[in-house]
């Protein structure tokens, strides 16, 4: 790729408003109201993570904002336009919405090409995304036959093609190994380092923790929460304290006899809630129950998430039963 070529690719970001306003949009199919009033934006220079249950309408936000669906009312803007309206969209917006959406007889090269050309970009482009990912090694190989992480990378590539200030990826740590998830999660976090707006939907919590500056959380087609990973993390541990026991059952009962709640959290630790950690220790000193911990908190994502959405819920399944014998 030509200097030239690289400083107005990276020029354009910094002129470009790299931002994604999706703005009061309801789209029904047949009788499913798929988004009820969907309302948030992307900003610039962070990691956003885009989170629900499965049917809280997550994908179809993101074809609406890419153009795929028509909302029923509403809008989603890219950069400050409807995405349909974008010259050279790739320049603006690179999504990853489905990595096995490829043509499994052309190489990984060959794919790459042919959406450079559609756009106008040379092939050293091509050979710079390649180098971004670390595909080089198979190239010449036919993306049918990739692995899944394979086919993540794959469409990153894509997706970075034309070097835009807003990205969208659509579940782009499912099929990597442990090794392309800290790949990808630096790789992210350089991406809104630049400036761009990134925005990452998963239902990985304990990645998007590490990944995530901001979270946006939707439930039956509308937003949930819309804040910082660290603010939700606080909000979910405020009031509960950690406790550590070799006695669990003898400080369970004494404790929730005090109107605290109580849950197990492993062999020796429990989640109390309702009971501050001075009268806590008071009631455990009392009685003689032996601790070897207690202090503050702090929620998992994992946890956070699951209090928000747990009216938003659609499909439950049922708890196992003792198999007869």
Do not use: C
């Not at 809280?56 to 153009?67: D, E, P, S, W, Y």
């Not at 455990?284 to 702090?298: C, G, K, M, Q």
């Amino acid at each position: 790729m030509s200097a030239t070529y690289s400083q107005s690719m990276k020029m354009a970001i910094g002129t470009s408003t790299a931002t994604v306003e999706v703005v009061d949009v309801y789209k029904r199919f047949g009788q499913t109201q798929a988004l009820d009033g969907m309302n948030f934006t992307v900003a610039a220079g962070k990691v956003t993570g885009f989170v629900g249950p499965n049917g809280a309408g997550k994908t179809t936000t993101m074809r609406v904002i890419l153009g795929l669906d028509r909302p029923d009312r509403g809008n989603a803007l890219v950069g400050g336009q409807p995405y349909r309206s974008l010259h050279r969209p790739l320049s603006h917006l690179g999504a990853l919405i489905d990595a096995a959406a490829i043509q499994p007889s052309r190489t990984a090269r060959n794919h790459l090409l042919w959406l450079a050309h559609s756009q106008g970009y040379p092939a050293s482009r091509v050979d710079e995304v390649i180098r971004q990912v670390g595909i080089e090694s198979a190239v010449k190989r036919k993306a049918g036959g990739f692995s899944m992480g394979m086919r993540q990378r794959l469409g990153i590539a894509a997706a970075l093609l034309g070097d835009p200030p807003v990205l969208m990826l659509d579940e782009p740590l499912n099929g990597l190994d442990p090794e392309g998830i800290i790949w990808m999660r630096g790789f992210l976090a350089t991406l809104a380092s630049e400036g761009r707006a990134v925005l990452v939907s998963s239902h990985l919590m304990s990645e998007l923790q590490d990944t995530a500056d901001h979270l946006i959380v939707v439930g039956r087609g509308k937003v949930v929460a819309d804040t910082s990973v660290q603010a939700l993390l606080a909000s979910a541990s405020r009031g509960r304290v950690t406790l550590r026991t070799s006695a669990r059952e003898q400080a369970t009962n004494l404790l929730a006899g005090t109107g605290a709640t109580v849950a197990v959290t492993g062999a020796d630790s429990l989640t109390v809630d309702g009971l501050p950690s001075e009268q806590l220790v008071s009631l455990l000193t009392r009685d003689n129950i032996p601790f070897s911990e207690v202090s503050a908190h702090r929620a998992s994502l994992e946890e956070a998430y699951m209090e928000l959405t747990r009216d938003a819920v659609q499909y439950h399944g049922a708890m196992p039963t003792e198999v007869a014998r």
